[in-house]
């Protein structure tokens, strides 16, 4: 071992307390320190922040990073001043700072104190933001959640466009760190161009998850039935059960409670004490299930989760990889299970009849790969990773027969050329 990796080693105990690195992190952590433009595609939960911490807080200067929620940034500068010796080594440089506090953030950046500097991309607009971090000493700048500047990602954000010009105004040869979960090779190319970073190293993590079990049901008019026979069957496990309305999840929630199963329903309708109260009920395993509409998730962390069923089939194939991927974190069983009918995809065109002409076309590309997957009598699992430019093989893949169309192939319709009349 070299020192520079035993320093590396020693840093990622010091400040994380973890002995070794996940993945491709070592790998990517060393192209970020050697200073090259770096691309990191990993899927959610794979760890991808201390792809850029690790580096930012070895390094000489400020690495500044954009992120577009706000809460999470506070939850990473909060754990990051947990373990070091200054407060000032994490900052989060928004609108809400009054003038003394923007003087000490800039203070603390002068005296390189500050390793991480955390903004809001609408934050880096302010002139007087980026007239600043000129004239200081930035290591590299690291753009999370990066597939927010694609409008082929599931989460466009206009604000991210604009990031290449100010990269350069700030300063011209500084290193670009894009990292994203989203790993379609349009949205891929979309960050690779919108960043300015065609030479930049790319390192991918498989997005297979072995353990997670595929299975797509026609959804007749039994579907409330067939869910309480399913979630019955799996008595006492912790499950997610999608619903695209709000109407949809309380009706649910409230058939299951009939039923005798501990359900909690969870929408942005609800107040927030309920919406708190309901998700630490799952947490705590209070209930067993909640109902939700796609509010429910984001940072949910609870790796025990062994069903994610949809209600209504999701609007892209990424929103089902996310929402599915919230089963089996703990590596245990983790079945997946969505009810298909056509009629729901035409519900979902509907929605965004109001939407500009090219939000639309885009819209309507995703739902058609969301058609496709539901009716494949091809693997899913082949299917889900060739969508994320994957191929697959499930002879020696692992999970390979993790499937329904696996388990239990289509009978062929044999094609009949003797038919008489
Ligand atoms: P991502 O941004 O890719 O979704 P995060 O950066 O939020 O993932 O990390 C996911 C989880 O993995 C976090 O709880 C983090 O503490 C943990 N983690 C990251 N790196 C390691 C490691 N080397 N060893 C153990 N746990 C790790
Ligand atoms: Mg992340």
């Not at 020693?10 to 320190?33: D, H």
Request: glycine share 8%.
């Amino acid at each position: 071992m070299s020192i520079a990796e035993i320093d590396l080693h020693s840093a990622l105990k010091k400040y994380f307390g973890f002995s070794e690195f996940k993945g491709l992190q070592e790998e990517v952590i060393k192209n970020v320190v050697a200073g090259n433009n770096t691309f990191v595609i990993m899927p959610t939960g794979g760890g991808k922040s201390l792809c850029y911490q690790l580096p930012a807080l070895i390094a000489e200067g400020t690495a500044i990073v954009v992120s577009p929620l706000i809460a999470l940034m506070k939850n990473q500068v909060d754990a990051i001043r947990a373990v070091s010796e200054h407060e000032g080594v994490a900052h989060v440089l928004n609108s809400s700072l009054n003038k003394t506090e923007v003087k000490r953030v800039k203070d603390d950046i002068t005296n390189g104190i500050t390793k991480l500097l955390y903004v809001a991309p609408e934050s880096l607009t302010k002139e007087e933001y980026v007239d600043f971090l000129r004239t200081v000493k930035i290591s590299f700048m690291a753009v999370d959640e990066a597939h927010c500047i694609s409008e082929w990602g599931h989460d466009f954000r206009p604000e991210y466009r604009n990031l290449k010009t100010i990269i350069k105004r700030i300063g011209d040869d500084i290193p670009i760190v894009g990292l994203t979960a989203t790993a379609t090779p349009k949205v891929q190319e979309d960050i690779l161009k919108s960043l300015g970073m065609p030479n930049a190293v790319t390192f991918k993590a498989s997005f297979n998850r072995p353990n997670l079990y595929y299975e797509v049901r026609p959804k007749t008019k039994t579907v409330d039935a067939d869910i309480i026979r399913f979630v019955k069957q799996n008595d006492g496990k912790s499950g997610i059960i999608y619903c695209l309305s709000r109407k949809r999840v309380e009706g649910l929630a409230q058939v299951l409670q009939v039923n005798g199963v501990k359900a909690v329903p969870y929408h942005a309708g609800l107040d927030a004490k309920t919406r708190v109260k309901h998700q630490d009920m799952f947490l705590m395993e209070d209930t067993d299930v909640v109902v939700a509409t796609i509010a429910f998730g984001m940072g949910i962390d609870k790796p025990d989760v062994r069903f994610v069923i949809h209600h209504d089939i999701p609007k892209s194939i990424e929103s089902y990889y996310q929402e599915t991927g919230r089963a089996g974190r703990d590596g245990g069983e983790g079945h997946c299970l969505a009810y298909y009918a056509y009629k729901d995809i035409e519900k979902l065109e509907k929605f965004m009849a109001g939407k500009p002409v090219a939000e639309q076309e885009i819209g309507h590309a995703l739902l058609q790969e969301v058609v496709a997957f539901s009716e494949t009598s091809v693997s899913r699992r082949k299917f889900i990773l060739h969508y994320f430019g994957e191929e697959f093989d499930n002879e020696t893949g692992e999970g390979g027969d993790m499937d329904d169309n696996v388990r239990f192939p289509k009978k062929q319709v044999e094609a009949q050329d003797d038919v008489k009349i």
